[in-house]
């Protein structure tokens, strides 16, 4: 039986977070992160944003929502793979073995032809 995590996942998380943040500030202070070209952030360009806190608000705005949508896909794929999975009667972690790496790939294939 595995053992509840309760919330130690979430500062498990944090915690990963803040590691993340500090790393990136870091990098960009010693200018290993440095760009020479970079386009704007999306929100950014369609919205015309000309100063640098409206810029980097709406980056940081896309970034949310980016990430909120990879939570809701992946919330879905799981949810799917369950799903499949009482569907055909096999091992739900077999089928995500399997399903998983493909959802990741494809994109990534598909952007590569085009």
């Not at 020479?36 to 929502?65: M, N, P, T, V």
């Amino acid at each position: 039986m595995v053992p509840s995590l309760g919330s130690s996942k979430y500062v498990a998380g944090m915690v990963l977070l803040v590691l993340y943040f500090i790393y990136t500030y870091i990098m960009y202070r010693s200018r290993s992160l440095a760009m020479l070209e970079a386009e704007e952030a999306y929100l950014a360009r369609i919205l015309r944003a000309d100063s640098g806190l409206l810029k980097l608000s709406l980056a940081s705005i896309q970034l949310l929502i980016a990430v909120l949508l990879i939570i809701i896909g992946s919330k879905m794929l799981v949810a799917g793979v369950d799903e499949v999975s009482k569907a055909l009667e096999a091992s739900p972690i077999a089928l995500a073995i399997l399903i998983t790496p493909l959802a990741g790939v494809l994109p990534e294939s598909i952007t590569a032809i085009i």
